[in-house]
């Protein structure tokens, strides 16, 4: 079954600290990988997307890697500000359909 | 370049009633999928329309019907709601034949609540 996991469910840190966002998914056979931000009773904001063949993406302050193998992907966010505070969503598409399977997201909240 | 619109923004409905959401793709794609967003959940892909025809299901009851115009704006149907129907309902538009590239565009959603 393709699942998608995300840890922690949130993270609250102090403003200029750097994180990390997990992303855990079943099956390897991915055809790529996206990453998204939510604001709350908002709809979804594309953030970075990886290709299979790519190991990593940036963005700005944000950088997203890719690891198939061992089903992970990971969105480091550098000197945290308040507006980032927000849920971040993985979505995962493979190989056979067309669809994205989210994961949970992870609630974001930064600290003036 | 307008983006993904979704109508209405939000809505209150009782029990066995029928509901009917609307979206626009944005400019230049062919593709609507809808999801569904529980509170506290991500969202889960309910189907997905290409060429006026369901290309893709999730795991929703029949329930949930779609249907995708010539302009491709797409509508989703969801009669004999269920209380368990509230949710964020969320419009993704994308480029079908550009899928290895293909990044969702999102609305901002159709907030329904069943009571």
């Known amino acids: 079954k393709q699942e998608v996991t995300q840890i922690p469910a949130a993270l609250s840190v102090p403003e200029g600290e750097n994180l990390v966002l997990n992303c855990s998914f079943t099956?390897?056979?991915?055809?790529?990988l996206q990453w998204f931000r939510q604001d709350p009773g908002k709809g979804l904001t594309s953030l970075l997307l990886?290709?299979?063949?790519?190991r990593e993406q940036t963005s700005g302050r944000l950088n997203a890697s890719l690891d198939k193998s061992s089903g992970r992907s990971t969105l480091y966010i550098a000197a945290s500000q308040p507006g980032d505070s927000a849920t971040y969503l993985c979505?995962?598409?493979?190989?056979?359909?067309?669809?994205?399977?989210f994961g949970p997201g992870t609630r974001l909240s930064v600290l003036p | 370049d307008a983006g993904v619109t979704q109508s209405p923004t939000h809505l209150i409905k009782t029990r066995g009633q029928q509901v009917t959401l609307r979206c626009s793709p944005k400019?230049?794609?062919?593709?609507v999928s809808w999801y569904q967003q529980a509170l506290g959940q991500g969202p889960q892909f309910i189907f997905q329309?290409?060429?006026?025809?369901?290309?893709q299901r999730g795991n929703f009851p029949d329930r949930f019907s779609g249907h995708q115009y010539p302009n491709y704006s797409s509508e989703l149907n969801v009669n004999a709601l269920l209380l368990g129907d509230s949710a964020l309902y969320l419009c993704?538009?994308?480029?079908?034949?550009?899928?290895?590239?293909?990044?969702?565009?999102f609305g901002a959603g159709s907030r329904l609540t069943v009571l």
């Open positions: 993704a538009s994308s480029w079908y034949k550009n899928s290895g590239a293909n990044v969702l565009t």
């Open positions: 329309y290409y060429e006026e025809e369901e290309r």
């Open positions: 990886i290709q299979s063949s790519q």
């Open positions: 099956d390897s056979a991915i055809y790529n």
């Open positions: 400019s230049g794609h062919d593709t």
């Open positions: 979505a995962v598409k493979w190989n056979y359909g067309q669809n994205f399977v």
